[in-house]
């Protein structure tokens, strides 16, 4: 295949938007950028856990093209299993090293 004569994609076509998430959140974006994440993501989806998560979006036809989740870090994320599961004094322990 040879090397296009020019750029396939130039930063100019695109904008990055915050997108609110958290499971509960509805808004069309949210809903489009988790359908992305299912289609397209080898996973076939994203964690719920996210603190933010942002979107690439052509800016001639608004169409989300990408999705960027960014994660909690592990003793936050471990602290908050933690508090959901108060009856299990372990909890918290086993996010940090699941092999427990």
Do not use: W
């Not at 397209?40 to 603190?51: E, L, R």
């Amino acid at each position: 295949m040879p090397k296009p004569a020019g750029p396939v994609a130039r930063k100019s076509d695109y904008k990055v938007v915050a997108i609110p998430f958290a499971p509960k959140v509805k808004t069309a974006r949210a809903q489009e950028a988790r359908k992305l994440l299912r289609e397209q993501h080898y996973a076939c989806g994203g964690p719920n856990t996210a603190v933010l998560m942002a979107g690439l979006v052509r800016k001639d036809t608004d169409e989300l093209v990408g999705v960027a989740q960014f994660l909690p870090t592990s003793p936050p994320a471990a602290r908050y299993t933690a508090r959901r599961c108060s009856h299990e004094p372990e909890a918290g322990a086993r996010a940090l090293a699941p092999g427990r």
